[in-house]
């Protein structure tokens, strides 16, 4: 046989060779397509990005009322955090950069922020720009303040002229020109010369004030020309009112003299008019000072000189005095590490609250009119401050920049004057009326009884609705039987064809074996209604003690309403129940019984209403009804469950978004109505809907043994 022929050594290792080659040619290959691949998923995800958030609570994602006001902002908004950032803990700085990015992500392009760092010469320089900047933009307001207040340093100068050398000396040579006819001229005489001397330190007083506008006016901040002419205004107006009071005072005193001194009347009177030529001439130069045009230029120098701060800044309205920047609460957004250590703040609960401190500064920013909310009520415990009732309303309020201007009804049944508030009568009025319980007697010093002042409101309330403004009415059970005569709340509720069944409180029984008790708080649910407070206030919890029902019309949409239940009636003889301190109506043996003769159990029943009317003017007018007078106290909507995993949760979170919601709707800006992320809590669990709970039942008595019988046979017939 032929012997085979061997392989050469030079060969075979030229072979190996070249199998490593193309193994190393084919692995550099690969790991250049891996890092392209990589690469171009990143710069994909950078630009085409989405986050998805499983948790429970929207953990990772913005509230819907954010989510609404960023997709309303038209033009650029941006947030500054001024600080040393080294200063701050790390999970705060973690927190808020954590919210701001959603909102960056969520804002296309017209939302960002940026953080100017004191303890570095960039971040001083930063400063040094963001203040020229703002200057140059508020130029006109910057002149016109130094103009105004320089006028007014010239008017106070002429005045304090006047009170040195004519005033005071002219007053102590009239008091001793004349001698006293009567006791009553002798007095005035002395008043005179007290006056005299007055005027002299009012002089004093007002050169000091005028001496120092000038380095005022010349401040500099970080090279930046920035006059403070609202603290010159502020220096000069408090010696401008001490003369203006000091002028109208020594006025009516000369004219009293004229009167009760006839030798000395018609040189007490020419002395008066004079002194009236003054005092009109305080009040312009006072009037024109209050006016300073507020610019934002000043209004950031002065809060960073305070301390650290976030500020939230806007575009510059054309013709609007609204300031374009809001300063925000640093402490509340970045506490300091003794405060996260001894409030034992989650991290969730952190970044609810800087998301809803910006939304909120984003809403005033963008809306030029916020509404002003009159809480109208007729509480005696309320007139002298004996207690606090709509602290944690106002409070809520407020921080969405809509003002709060109180009403007691038993101090005045006129309206408050808002002229302060909104000089041009442009701002949107949502008037808000609580009804007192009707089952308080009356009081020992005289307070009328609760059913007396239920009326009172009630008058109030229908007059309101008479003159077209925004209504929210709270309405508690009334101790008149609706069939004897309608409550008087019906006389505001019936142009919207609604009235309410406030004779008879919604009950609910509750049994543990053979022990019964009587609930008189219900949490309602929330209707599939379109109206855009319904879904605002989905999924959180709105508790409502004592509710009571309306009578509904097609015009109106239900928001809230207690489900027709075995356990559930409207119980008509409530009262006695009423009186029964809470802590011992469980241990009430005659607890109210449903009675076939005179309850109701024929449900659903709406405790919530929203409707709209048309005027004979053309225009529509809002009103929402809540059946229930306490759903809205600080007891109520700060009643807490305390804390969950370290988060601290409220027992009915939806009562604040309701009237949140509630106000937006009646001052017409829906597109401000949404969830805000302090109402999202740890997880909560919602009743389930009772076709929901039968499809469940079924699932899993019936499902879950025929997918396994199903699951058999398909094997047996894979199998053959």
Same mark, same amino acid.
């Given at each position: 046989? @032929?012997?085979?022929?061997?392989?050469?050594?030079?060969s075979?290792?030229?072979?190996? *060779?070249?199998?490593?080659?193309?193994?190393?040619?084919?692995?550099?290959?690969?790991?250049?397509?891996?890092?392209?691949?990589?690469?171009?998923?990143?710069?994909?995800?950078?630009?085409?990005?989405?986050?998805?958030?499983?948790?429970? *609570?929207?953990?990772?994602?913005?509230?819907?009322r954010s989510?609404a006001?960023?997709?309303?902002?038209?033009?650029?908004?941006?947030?500054?955090i001024?600080?040393?950032?080294?200063?701050?803990?790390?999970?705060?700085?973690?927190?808020?950069?954590?919210v701001?990015?959603?909102?960056?992500?969520?804002?296309?392009?017209?939302? *960002?922020?940026?953080?100017?760092?004191?303890?570095?010469?960039?971040?001083?320089?930063?400063?040094a720009?963001l203040?020229?900047?703002?200057?140059?933009?508020?130029a006109?307001?910057?002149?016109?303040?130094?103009?105004?207040?320089?006028?007014?340093?010239?008017?106070?100068a002429?005045i304090?002229?006047d009170?040195?050398?004519?005033?005071a000396?002219?007053?102590?040579?009239?008091?001793?020109?004349f001698?006293?006819?009567s006791?009553?001229?002798?007095r005035?005489?002395?008043?005179?010369?007290?006056?005299?001397?007055e005027?002299?330190?009012?002089?004093?007083?007002?050169?000091?004030?005028?001496?120092?506008?000038?380095a005022?006016?010349e401040?500099?901040?970080?090279?930046v020309?920035?006059?403070?002419?609202?603290?010159?205004?502020?220096?000069?107006l408090?010696?401008?009112?001490?003369?203006?009071?000091?002028?109208?005072?020594?006025?009516?005193?000369?004219?009293?003299?004229?009167?009760?001194?006839?030798?000395?009347?018609?040189?007490?009177?020419?002395?008066?008019?004079?002194?009236?030529?003054?005092?009109?001439?305080?009040?312009?130069?006072?009037?024109?000072?209050?006016?300073?045009?507020?610019?934002?230029?000043?209004?950031?120098?002065?809060?960073?000189?305070?301390s650290?701060?976030?500020?939230?800044?806007?575009?510059?309205?054309?013709?609007?005095?609204?300031?374009?920047v809001?300063?925000?609460?640093?402490?509340?957004?970045?506490?300091?590490?003794?405060t996260?250590?001894?409030?034992?703040?989650?991290?969730?609960?952190?970044?609810?609250?800087?998301?809803?401190?910006?939304?909120?500064?984003?809403g005033?920013?963008?809306?030029?009119?916020p509404?002003?909310?009159?809480?109208?009520?007729?509480?005696?415990?309320?007139?002298?401050?004996?207690?606090?009732?709509?602290?944690?309303?106002?409070?809520?309020?407020?921080?969405?920049?809509?003002?709060?201007?109180?009403?007691?009804l038993?101090?005045s049944?006129?309206?408050?004057?808002?002229t302060r508030?909104?000089?041009?009568?442009?701002?949107?009025?949502?008037?808000?009326?609580?009804?007192?319980?009707?089952?308080?007697?009356?009081?020992?010093?005289?307070?009328?009884?609760?059913?007396?002042?239920?009326?009172?409101?009630?008058?109030?309330?229908?007059?309101?609705?008479?003159?077209?403004?925004g209504?929210?009415?709270?309405?508690?059970?009334s101790?008149?039987?609706?069939? @004897?005569?309608?409550?008087?709340?019906?006389?505001?509720?019936s142009?919207?064809?609604?009235?309410?069944?406030?004779?008879?409180?919604?009950?609910?029984?509750?049994r543990q074996g053979?022990?019964?008790?009587?609930?008189?708080?219900?949490?309602? *649910?929330?209707?599939?209604?379109?109206?855009?407070i319904?879904?605002?206030?989905?999924?959180?919890?709105?508790?409502?003690?004592?509710?009571?029902?309306?009578?509904?019309?097609?015009?109106?949409?239900?928001?809230?309403?207690?489900?027709?239940?075995?356990?559930t009636?409207?119980?008509?003889?409530?009262m006695?129940?009423r009186?029964?301190?809470?802590?011992?109506?469980?241990?009430?043996?005659?607890?109210?019984?449903?009675?076939?003769?005179?309850?109701?159990r024929?449900?659903?029943?709406?405790?919530?209403?929203?409707a709209?009317?048309?005027?004979?003017?053309?225009?529509t007018?809002?009103?929402?009804?809540?059946?229930?007078?306490?759903w809205?106290?600080?007891?109520?909507?700060?009643?807490?469950?305390?804390?969950?995993?370290?988060?601290?949760?409220?027992?009915?979170?939806?009562?604040?978004?309701?009237?949140?919601s509630?106000?937006?709707w009646?001052?017409?800006?829906?597109?401000?109505?949404?969830?805000?992320?302090?109402?999202?809590?740890?997880?909560?669990?919602?009743?389930i809907?009772?076709?929901?709970?039968?499809?469940?039942?079924?699932?899993?008595?019936?499902?879950?043994?025929l997918?396994?019988?199903?699951l058999?046979?398909?094997?047996?017939?894979?199998?053959g």
């Amino acid at each position: 046989p @032929t012997p085979t022929p061997a392989v050469s050594g030079s060969s075979g290792g030229h072979s190996r *060779t070249a199998r490593r080659l193309r193994f190393g040619a084919l692995t550099l290959v690969i790991l250049v397509a891996v890092i392209a691949s990589a690469t171009i998923l990143n710069v994909l995800a950078s630009r085409l990005n989405r986050r998805f958030d499983v948790t429970a *609570t929207g953990e990772h994602q913005l509230a819907p009322r954010s989510l609404a006001l960023l997709g309303a902002l038209n033009e650029p908004h941006e947030v500054i955090i001024a600080a040393d950032v080294s200063s701050l803990p790390a999970r705060a700085r973690q927190d808020a950069r954590d919210v701001l990015d959603r909102f960056v992500a969520s804002g296309q392009g017209r939302f *960002t922020f940026r953080v100017i760092d004191f303890a570095t010469q960039a971040g001083r320089t930063e400063y040094a720009d963001l203040l020229r900047s703002l200057s140059t933009q508020d130029a006109a307001g910057i002149a016109a303040g130094r103009e105004a207040v320089e006028s007014g340093a010239r008017k106070a100068a002429a005045i304090a002229n006047d009170l040195a050398r004519e005033i005071a000396p002219g007053l102590s040579q009239l008091a001793g020109s004349f001698t006293a006819s009567s006791a009553e001229a002798t007095r005035l005489l002395g008043r005179l010369e007290a006056s005299a001397g007055e005027c002299s330190l009012i002089a004093r007083d007002l050169a000091a004030a005028v001496s120092g506008t000038t380095a005022l006016l010349e401040q500099t901040i970080e090279g930046v020309s920035l006059p403070a002419s609202e603290e010159a205004a502020t220096r000069l107006l408090a010696p401008l009112s001490q003369a203006a009071r000091m002028l109208v005072m020594t006025e009516a005193t000369l004219r009293d003299l004229a009167r009760v001194q006839p030798a000395a009347a018609a040189t007490a009177n020419r002395a008066a008019d004079a002194l009236r030529e003054r005092r009109e001439t305080c009040d312009a130069a006072s009037d024109q000072l209050q006016r300073l045009p507020r610019t934002d230029a000043r209004l950031v120098a002065d809060a960073i000189a305070r301390s650290a701060t976030v500020l939230v800044r806007g575009p510059r309205r054309e013709g609007s005095t609204m300031p374009s920047v809001r300063a925000l609460p640093f402490e509340q957004i970045f506490p300091n590490q003794a405060t996260l250590e001894s409030t034992g703040l989650a991290s969730a609960d952190l970044r609810r609250r800087a998301e809803d401190l910006i939304a909120a500064a984003l809403g005033v920013l963008r809306d030029p009119n916020p509404p002003i909310v009159v809480l109208a009520h007729a509480e005696p415990a309320l007139s002298d401050k004996r207690v606090q009732l709509f602290q944690a309303l106002t409070d809520r309020l407020v921080r969405g920049g809509i003002d709060v201007v109180e009403w007691n009804l038993l101090a005045s049944s006129e309206p408050p004057a808002l002229t302060r508030l909104d000089p041009s009568d442009s701002r949107p009025k949502v008037f808000l009326f609580r009804g007192p319980d009707t089952t308080q007697a009356a009081g020992a010093s005289g307070e009328p009884s609760g059913l007396d002042r239920h009326r009172q409101v009630a008058a109030a309330a229908a007059l309101i609705v008479s003159q077209g403004h925004g209504v929210l009415l709270s309405i508690g059970p009334s101790i008149v039987p609706v069939s @004897t005569q309608p409550d008087a709340m019906d006389a505001a509720l019936s142009p919207f064809g609604l009235a309410v069944r406030s004779d008879r409180v919604l009950l609910s029984e509750v049994r543990q074996g053979s022990q019964r008790q009587v609930l008189t708080d219900t949490f309602p *649910t929330v209707t599939e209604s379109t109206n855009p407070i319904a879904p605002s206030i989905r999924g959180l919890p709105v508790l409502m003690p004592w509710p009571v029902a309306f009578t509904t019309s097609a015009q109106a949409a239900v928001i809230l309403e207690v489900p027709s239940r075995p356990e559930t009636w409207g119980e008509s003889s409530w009262m006695g129940y009423r009186l029964v301190p809470r802590a011992q109506r469980a241990f009430v043996q005659d607890a109210p019984k449903f009675d076939e003769g005179r309850d109701d159990r024929h449900g659903p029943w709406p405790v919530a209403v929203a409707a709209e009317r048309t005027l004979d003017s053309g225009a529509t007018q809002r009103l929402v009804a809540v059946g229930s007078n306490d759903w809205l106290i600080d007891p109520v909507t700060t009643m807490s469950q305390g804390n969950v995993d370290g988060r601290a949760t409220l027992t009915a979170p939806g009562n604040l978004e309701l009237v949140e919601s509630s106000v937006r709707w009646l001052a017409r800006q829906d597109g401000l109505i949404g969830a805000t992320a302090s109402a999202r809590g740890v997880p909560l669990v919602v009743p389930i809907a009772d076709g929901t709970l039968t499809l469940l039942w079924w699932t899993l008595v019936a499902g879950m043994p025929l997918g396994i019988l199903l699951l058999g046979v398909l094997v047996r017939w894979l199998r053959g």
